[in-house]
């Protein structure tokens, strides 16, 4: 052996046809895999190829993570790119110090490995290989593929390299490189083509070849981010990344994407590892993973990826019901690839739908957006003395005293920053925070509904041991994410459009202090304050960086079981225990959970009986129960109402309801949110969407059938916890994002 014995992390499709050619050759090779009955196969009958109607089987050492005692050192690392990780924090203690970590995987990855064990330890590789995992210690051989292996950013082949190489020719035509980049790139711009496709039910060159637009610029987008890093892209197997970049000209394009459909034609793999993990193994995909590095230097590079993003975004989607997969997803995103860049289409996702209101708005003009986006960066002090200033005004939930206090110091604020309202109203509530409503002229009958909260978790005296703070871009302190930079960036976005003399529509802004505690006392005013409106824009704070365009109804419910009293040593058959009842209540509760239709169930809180030596006469158990879609929640509501005692002496009562209702990506929020997503393009970024499990005073706006762009607000992490934090730049973004959105709405 030239290179000695190896440890392959990862025994799925790559890693395990790898260990398997290595194996068959000779070398000593260890398999390690958290997978059970794939390490218990491997183990009992050894690692199998299958091509065909024939398997081949070979002797492999095979162990799960916790099972293996020992150092390690010539990994081939070829684990999914999200678990790349916690692969990591097992490999680095039983690295040894001249040993190394190659990448087999997709995506990019080598520079989390390079930061976690040290560059000198870090090799890079491609690998298109078209393998599945099709049972317990079976792999289906998928073809012949291409593998590359190469020394970091383009370094010069080392002997070590040179060694990898000629020990993995027993796989097949294994190649050394001094550009491994470029064929990681490469990559990316196929993988985005083959990512399309699971979207769709049917075999990935059929679907290529129907929906050349939406192949066609994905592998573009990609290659604009390439270019502008000065990625030199290297061709492999049928793939010909040149001919997909954009201004190729268009017969060549065609040539090469017949070519390439016709080899994959020849693939006993037809459809794609990432729908085979939606469709089959109904699991998340890995693919959001790799294309974050994308996404992360197409927005350093101000390279726009709209139809790259679209097509994450169905994906993500699809983890939550593969069942959604449809042809259809392809023909809208050829309309996006197709779309000019100054006016979406005519029946695309912008177009006036059910609700009616949003169609055929135009992207701002490249001058609107920059002199909004340079106004604001002008102006980003004085945000972040805004932001200073509002985090000093303690405004716990519970602290009527404090809230009034704040509410007080934002209207002060907002007579200064904005001027005077038309109107103002103030809901004054007995033991909550009032609710703030002020209407501000503009075009238009129908206002936007600009809705946010005031109130925060944090307890009043946090301020004392943890006040505002900023370091750099990055601001910390209680409510600055949940949600007072949201605020503030609302009524910059607002300040913007009056300094630049640019139009916008009437608005209405309004504000509770109830929302971290379910909105109880501000939910009727909310509800009616957006049926005057004819959209609502919500500032609470974005999810990485996306806004969100559907969250989970939450039904907040007390379960009450009543027993019978009595000894339990002296006459222990004489009562009926409501604790032993609560037990078998909740195991029928949990069957009511279903990960699949995004249903949870948690028993968070139980209490019952008053002494070890008494019968149980009551127990209560607190229900938080998250659902997806209504009809989750009337699958849920029905349940609840069916439950029946198992010992016939006790009784069960259901108390509690739905705090906040589902909020569904309706039509109309699709259409807000491609708004929002053009708005973004003009100046020059990426804007996702995501679905989320936590609720806001979004879904009662929802419910109440207005479209809603949520999560328009801070970019940061950390709600309810010491890590919140925002982003002085998010800050400037999303104030410039508001305006534009603003500006780009229709008149009602």
């Known amino acids: 052996m030239s290179s000695g014995s190896y440890t392959v992390v990862g025994a799925g499709a790559i890693g395990g046809t790898l260990a398997f050619a290595l194996a068959r050759a000779g070398h000593r090779v260890q398999l390690i895999d958290t997978d059970l009955a794939h390490v218990a196969a491997i183990r009992d009958r050894g690692l199998t190829v299958a091509r065909g109607e024939d398997r081949e089987n070979v002797r492999v050492e095979a162990a799960t993570p916790d099972a293996f005692d020992g150092t390690v050192h010539h990994v081939l690392l070829a684990v999914k790119a999200q678990a790349t990780g916690a692969a990591l924090d097992w490999i680095a203690p039983r690295l040894t110090p001249d040993g190394w970590v190659v990448s087999f995987q997709n995506g990019f990855n080598e520079e989390l490995i390079a930061d976690r064990i040290g560059p000198r330890r870090t090799v890079a590789a491609f690998v298109n290989i078209f393998a599945d995992v099709i049972e317990p210690g079976v792999i289906l051989d998928g073809g012949a593929g291409a593998l590359v292996v190469g020394e970091r ?247 009527r005293q404090a809230l009034d206090a704040c509410l007080t110091w934002v209207r002060g604020w907002l007579d200064d920053t904005l001027g005077a309202p038309e109107t103002e109203e103030i809901l004054e509530r007995e033991r909550t925070g009032d609710i703030l409503i002020r209407r501000y002229p503009g075009t238009g009958s129908r206002p936007v509904l600009l809705l946010g909260h005031y109130d925060t978790v944090w307890p009043t005296g946090t301020l004392d041991d943890w006040p505002f703070r900023r370091e750099g871009d990055r601001i910390t302190g209680p409510g600055v994410f949940d949600m007072k930079a949201g605020l503030v960036q609302a009524v910059w976005g607002l300040r913007a459009l009056d300094a630049l003399g640019l139009p916008r529509p009437t608005c209405t802004l309004m504000l509770n202090g109830d929302e971290e505690t379910g909105s109880l006392t501000s939910s009727e005013a909310i509800v009616a304050e957006a049926r005057r409106s004819r959209a609502a824009l919500v500032f609470e704070a974005a999810a990485d960086g996306a806004v969100k365009t559907a969250r989970k109804g939450v039904g907040l419910f007390t379960l009450t079981v009543t027993g019978q009293e009595a000894h339990a040593g002296l006459d222990p058959e004489a009562g009926a225990s409501a604790v032993e009842e609560m037990a078998h209540q909740i195991l029928q509760l949990t069957c009511l959970r279903d990960p699949e239709a995004g249903t949870s169930l948690n028993v968070g809180v139980i209490e019952g009986g008053t002494r070890s030596n008494v019968t149980a006469g009551k127990a209560t158990a607190r229900l938080d129960i998250r659902v997806a879609t209504s009809a989750e929640q009337d699958r849920i509501g029905v349940a609840l109402a069916a439950l ?65 762009l949520d999560g328009i607000g801070a970019v940061g992490s950390g709600a309810h916890a010491r890590s919140e934090n925002t982003s002085v730049t998010g800050m400037v973004e999303r104030a410039a994002l508001t305006a534009l959105v603003l500006t780009a709405l229709p008149v009602g």
């Open 153 to 399: 950013h383009s370094a010069p082949v080392s002997d070590r390299v040179r060694a990898l190489v000629t020990d993995l020719q027993c796989w097949g035509p294994a190649v050394a490189s001094d550009n491994v980049e470029g064929y990681l790139w490469a990559k990316a711009g196929f993988g985005a083509m083959l990512a399309a496709t699971a979207l769709a039910d049917a075999p990935m060159a059929e679907l290529i070849q129907r929906h050349p637009p939406t192949m066609h610029a994905v592998a573009a987008e990609v290659f604009d981010v390439a270019q502008a890093q000065g990625v030199k892209l290297e061709a492999f197997d049928a793939f010909e990344p040149d001919a997909f970049r954009r201004g190729a000209e268009p017969s060549v394009r065609r040539a090469a994407t017949r070519r390439l459909t016709a080899w994959l034609a020849t693939q006993a793999k037809d459809r794609s590892g990432i729908w085979r993990d939606l469709a089959v193994r109904r699991r998340p995909v890995e693919v959001t993973t790799h294309y974050a590095e994308v996404f992360t230097q197409a927005e350093r590079h101000a390279v726009g990826t709209p139809v790259l993003r679209a097509v994450i975004d169905g994906l993500r989607e699809l983890e939550h019901d593969p069942d959604l997969m449809a042809e259809t997803r392809l023909d809208a995103l050829d309309l996006l690839a197709g779309t000019p860049p100054t006016q979406l289409p005519e029946g695309s996702a912008g177009s006036a739908g059910a609700e009616g209101s949003h169609g055929g708005c135009a992207r701002p003009d490249p001058q609107t957006a920059a002199a909004v986006a340079a106004w604001l960066d002008s102006h980003r002090e004085d945000m972040v003395d805004d932001l200073a200033a509002y985090t000093s005004q303690g405004s716990a939930s519970d602290d």
């Open 644 to 708: 029946r005692p198992v010992n016939a002496r006790t009784s069960i009562e259901v108390t509690g309801g739905w705090n906040r209702p589902v909020f569904e990506r309706t039509e109309g929020v699709a259409e807000l949110a491609t708004v929002a997503r053009t708005c973004a393009a003009s100046l020059g970024w990426d804007l996702r969407e995501a679905a989320v499990g936590g609720a806001s005073d979004g879904n009662f706006v929802v419910a109440a059938g207005i479209p809603v």
